[in-house]
């Protein structure tokens, strides 16, 4: 069980490299990550991070589940529902079903327990302001990663 957050951090930001490596179009791994610190979702949250860093993880991680959702439920035949897989078996039902690769799956899994270190942790693990930022910068890598990479397509 991991219980510090720079020694997750670290794995995961290596997983999310891998994962935005898999994505068509890219010009690095590196790139794609540090855009995010520029655009998008990590200035969106700039303000709640120094706020409630805790908050602004959270509400990084609810992006990646509404899109994780979003993108299963679409792949269902109508009727059926992914509303109450939790997170595990929703990311586990998104790689089975081909919408995500491995490396995808693997960064979802590891910023799961950032998350978790962030909402549940004791109080030493809890993000401050910078370490809201780069989760809201790795969450733009993931959702990156599942909006432009797909294992049944070919990349480029």
């Given at each position: 069980?991991?219980?510090?957050?720079?020694?997750?951090?670290?794995?995961?930001?290596?997983?999310?490299?891998?994962?935005?490596?898999?994505?068509?179009?890219?010009?690095?791994?590196?790139?794609?990550?540090?855009?995010?610190?520029?655009?998008?979702?990590?200035?969106?949250l700039?303000?709640?991070?120094?706020?409630?860093?805790?908050?602004?993880?959270?509400?990084?991680?609810?992006?990646?589940?509404?899109?994780?959702?979003?993108?299963?439920?679409?792949?269902?035949?109508?009727?059926?529902?992914?509303?109450?897989l939790?997170?595990?078996?929703?990311t586990?039902?998104?790689?089975?079903?081909?919408?995500?690769?491995?490396?995808?799956?693997?960064?979802?899994?590891?910023?799961?327990?950032?998350?978790?270190?962030?909402?549940?942790?004791?109080?030493?693990?809890?993000?401050?302001?910078?370490?809201?930022?780069?989760?809201?910068?790795?969450?733009?890598?993931?959702?990156?990663?599942?909006?432009?990479?797909?294992?049944?397509?070919?990349?480029?």
């Open positions: 069980e991991v219980e510090n957050w720079d020694s997750a951090g670290s794995v995961v930001r290596g997983e999310i490299v891998e994962a935005v490596e898999e994505a068509p179009g890219h010009e690095s791994p590196t790139t794609a990550l540090d855009s995010a610190w520029r655009l998008g979702l990590t200035e969106e700039s303000d709640l991070a120094r706020v409630s860093p805790v908050t602004a993880v959270l509400e990084s991680f609810r992006r990646i589940e509404t899109e994780l959702r979003d993108l299963a439920q679409g792949s269902l035949d109508e009727g059926l529902t992914v509303r109450r939790p997170m595990g078996g929703l586990q039902f998104a790689l089975k079903q081909g919408l995500i690769t491995p490396e995808t799956a693997n960064s979802i899994t590891g910023l799961t327990v950032l998350r978790n270190l962030a909402e549940h942790g004791a109080a030493d693990s809890k993000p401050d302001t910078a370490r809201a930022l780069e989760f809201a910068a790795l969450t733009e890598g993931v959702l990156y990663a599942i909006r432009n990479a797909r294992p049944d397509q070919p990349n480029g």
